[in-house]
């Protein structure tokens, strides 16, 4: 049962992408945490009476759980740690299963939690109405903790138009659990006696079909009034970089640019709606730094030429503006480039990525040479404040940045109206990540109510509007410029403005439930004591 709904939840994320199955992945790890354990006795029918879990063997059953789920959806892992962190295939296999073993905690407490609100005998009714909250609990410590929130369940049902726009109230949050309360239900119909249990069994799976058929919802295609360009750049990763191929990769670029920009704008007026007013380069493996005149030269000229304010991913090697921060300190930034030619603005990433753009406890890693050697020592930015581009303001954020809901709602709730995402999904290969990636930079847009414009390196480049829809796109793997539409807008969502209220509540609401059965229990052994 462990394994099955291990399975089952590798599934509803790309690149399997079933996402109908989320409604009943985990309804097997539920039931096998409550028939766990034979009492011993029979019963009528001459099966063996189960019980649930005790908590260490609902650990370890929810952890093997999660392990099994991470390797299945975070495999990539081994072939970037083995192509581009330069470790031998030993190593990275190694990587990948430390990753697994420490992230697979979070399902382990999961199921820790949950046995704890087991009542006593067989009274399975309090763990089952604390189950998805306590899954929101460590959802919430998942991002906050460890900062990997990669997969979070709601995003399985981002292209369900009417369920997903709960997240404009509690974020993915609400989602998922919506997600685990069908799941619990369709546990329970397994749990109740065997004469109650097609009734409860046909009611879940009903509720499922009506929530799933959300989906089929059309919503009305939303007006854009301005237009982006977004340059999908498709440099290799693993480039070899001499001064010769730095400036035809940067003059093919920038040629690029200004033929698509010409293209688009040719014999029309200024005020023609859909006419190119910005143009976005993504976080790129090229050694684009600000501050180098060989960079800074060629972009200026192309703001100039094609009289267009221009976002692009740079190495910053001195601190924004501000920052208060010592000048020998490299970032990755976003910089933004005015019609004028001048550079007038810049984000600095300020959620790095663990073994990408910095090692974490460099000491207890040391015998990975070829990992630190590779990995980058970028420094966090201080500020999530957009960047004003003439009369528009950015919310820029990097790559990673965008599977963290919290952090993303920050640039919209500062007036940001509308997202950029720039990322280099090369790391990535062929592998399932970017597809996920993608998801989860969508859910944002809906959270927030904002068109979003996702910049790649290799793809997934596309215009993105607020139902989380991508209105266009580009193929990946190719060197191309994409015209997207968007629109800005200055309205905020309840979730923008108060951020993720709804998970900390399900976490207050786990505690109580977890504090209450502690009660109850020492409750309970007093009058044991007191009959005795």
């Given at each position: 049962?462990?394994?099955?709904?291990?399975?089952?939840?590798?599934?509803?994320?790309?690149?399997?992408g079933?996402?109908?199955?989320?409604?009943?992945?985990?309804?097997?790890?539920?039931?096998?945490?409550?028939?766990?354990?034979?009492?011993?006795?029979?019963?009528?029918?001459?099966?063996?009476?189960?019980?649930?879990?005790?908590?260490?063997?609902?650990?370890?059953?929810?952890?093997?759980?999660?392990?099994?789920?991470?390797?299945?959806?975070?495999?990539?892992i081994?072939?970037?740690?083995?192509?581009?962190?330069?470790?031998?295939?030993?190593?990275?296999?190694?990587?990948?299963?430390l990753?697994?073993?420490?992230?697979?905690?979070?399902?382990?407490?999961?199921?820790l939690?949950?046995?704890?609100?087991?009542g006593?005998?067989?009274?399975?009714?309090?763990?089952?109405?604390?189950a998805?909250?306590?899954?929101?609990a460590v959802?919430?410590?998942?991002?906050?903790?460890?900062?990997?929130?990669?997969?979070?369940?709601?995003?399985?049902?981002?292209?369900?138009?009417?369920?997903?726009?709960?997240?404009?109230?509690?974020?993915?949050?609400?989602?998922?659990?919506?997600?685990?309360l069908?799941?619990?239900?369709?546990?329970?119909?397994?749990?109740?006696?065997?004469?109650?249990?097609?009734?409860?069994?046909?009611?879940?799976?009903?509720?499922?079909?009506?929530?799933?058929?959300?989906?089929?919802?059309?919503?009305?295609?939303?007006?854009?009034?301005?237009?982006?360009?977004?340059?999908?750049?498709?440099?290799?990763?693993?480039?070899?970089?001499?001064?010769?191929?730095?400036e035809?990769?940067?003059?093919?670029?920038?040629?690029?640019?200004?033929?698509?920009?010409?293209?688009?704008?040719?014999?029309a007026?200024?005020?023609?709606?859909?006419?190119?007013?910005?143009?976005?380069?993504?976080?790129?493996?090229?050694?684009?730094?600000?501050?180098?005149?060989?960079?800074?030269?060629?972009?200026?000229?192309?703001?100039?030429?094609t009289?267009?304010?221009?976002?692009?991913?740079?190495?910053?090697s001195?601190?924004?503006?501000?920052?208060?921060?010592?000048?020998?300190?490299v970032?990755?930034?976003?910089?933004?480039?005015?019609?004028?030619?001048?550079?007038?603005?810049?984000?600095?990433?300020?959620?790095?990525?663990?073994?990408?753009?910095?090692?974490p406890?460099?000491?207890?890693f040391?015998?990975a040479?070829?990992?630190?050697?590779?990995?980058?020592?970028?420094q966090p930015?201080?500020?999530?404040?957009p960047?004003?581009?003439?009369?528009?303001?950015?919310?820029?954020?990097?790559?990673?940045?965008?599977?963290?809901?919290?952090?993303?709602?920050?640039?919209?709730?500062?007036?940001?109206?509308?997202?950029?995402?720039?990322?280099n999904?090369g790391?990535?290969?062929?592998?399932?990540?970017?597809?996920?990636?993608?998801?989860q930079?969508?859910?944002?847009a809906?959270?927030?109510?904002?068109?979003?414009?996702?910049a790649?390196?290799?793809?997934?480049t596309?215009?993105?509007?607020?139902?989380?829809?991508t209105?266009?796109?580009?193929?990946?793997?190719?060197?191309?410029?994409?015209v997207?539409?968007?629109?800005?807008?200055?309205?905020?969502?309840?979730?923008?403005?108060?951020?993720?209220?709804?998970?900390?509540?399900?976490?207050?609401?786990?505690?109580?439930?977890?504090?209450?059965?502690?009660?109850?229990?020492?409750?309970?052994?007093?009058?044991?004591?007191?009959?005795?």
């Amino acid at each position: 049962m462990v394994i099955l709904s291990s399975l089952l939840q590798v599934l509803i994320f790309p690149l399997a992408g079933l996402y109908i199955l989320s409604w009943v992945a985990f309804a097997p790890l539920i039931v096998a945490l409550l028939r766990a354990r034979p009492v011993g006795a029979l019963e009528i029918a001459g099966t063996v009476n189960l019980q649930a879990a005790k908590p260490g063997q609902a650990f370890l059953l929810a952890y093997v759980s999660g392990i099994v789920w991470y390797a299945g959806t975070c495999y990539w892992i081994y072939n970037t740690m083995h192509e581009y962190g330069g470790l031998s295939t030993p190593l990275a296999l190694l990587a990948l299963f430390l990753f697994c073993l420490y992230l697979g905690l979070y399902h382990g407490l999961f199921g820790l939690l949950f046995s704890l609100t087991v009542g006593p005998g067989r009274d399975n009714r309090r763990a089952l109405v604390a189950a998805p909250f306590l899954w929101i609990a460590v959802e919430l410590a998942r991002t906050r903790v460890t900062g990997f929130p990669w997969n979070l369940l709601g995003t399985a049902q981002v292209d369900n138009i009417s369920l997903s726009r709960i997240t404009t109230w509690t974020g993915v949050y609400g989602v998922s659990f919506e997600i685990m309360l069908v799941n619990v239900a369709v546990a329970a119909s397994f749990l109740v006696p065997r004469k109650k249990r097609s009734t409860l069994l046909i009611a879940s799976l009903v509720a499922a079909s009506v929530l799933q058929a959300g989906r089929l919802v059309n919503a009305p295609a939303l007006p854009a009034d301005h237009a982006a360009l977004l340059v999908q750049e498709n440099i290799p990763v693993d480039a070899t970089w001499t001064r010769d191929t730095f400036e035809r990769t940067l003059r093919q670029l920038t040629d690029l640019t200004a033929k698509a920009v010409a293209a688009n704008s040719s014999g029309a007026p200024d005020s023609k709606p859909g006419k190119v007013d910005l143009i976005v380069w993504p976080e790129s493996p090229a050694p684009f730094f600000a501050s180098d005149p060989l960079f800074r030269g060629p972009v200026s000229e192309m703001a100039r030429e094609t009289h267009t304010w221009v976002v692009t991913g740079a190495i910053g090697s001195t601190p924004a503006l501000g920052s208060g921060r010592p000048a020998s300190q490299v970032f990755n930034s976003a910089a933004v480039v005015s019609p004028s030619g001048d550079w007038t603005a810049r984000y600095d990433k300020v959620h790095l990525v663990p073994f990408g753009e910095y090692l974490p406890f460099p000491r207890l890693f040391a015998f990975a040479g070829g990992l630190t050697k590779e990995v980058g020592e970028f420094q966090p930015g201080a500020s999530r404040a957009p960047l004003d581009a003439g009369s528009m303001r950015l919310g820029v954020f990097i790559c990673y940045e965008s599977v963290f809901p919290g952090e993303v709602r920050e640039f919209a709730n500062q007036g940001a109206q509308v997202l950029v995402n720039l990322s280099n999904d090369g790391w990535y290969g062929d592998s399932g990540a970017y597809a996920q990636h993608l998801n989860q930079t969508r859910m944002r847009a809906i959270e927030n109510d904002r068109w979003l414009l996702s910049a790649t390196n290799t793809g997934v480049t596309a215009s993105i509007d607020p139902y989380g829809r991508t209105v266009a796109r580009l193929p990946r793997k190719e060197r191309v410029a994409l015209v997207a539409p968007y629109a800005l807008t200055s309205v905020t969502t309840f979730y923008t403005r108060h951020g993720d209220w709804f998970c900390r509540l399900c976490a207050i609401i786990s505690a109580g439930a977890l504090l209450t059965r502690f009660g109850l229990r020492m409750k309970a052994g007093k009058k044991a004591k007191v009959s005795s």
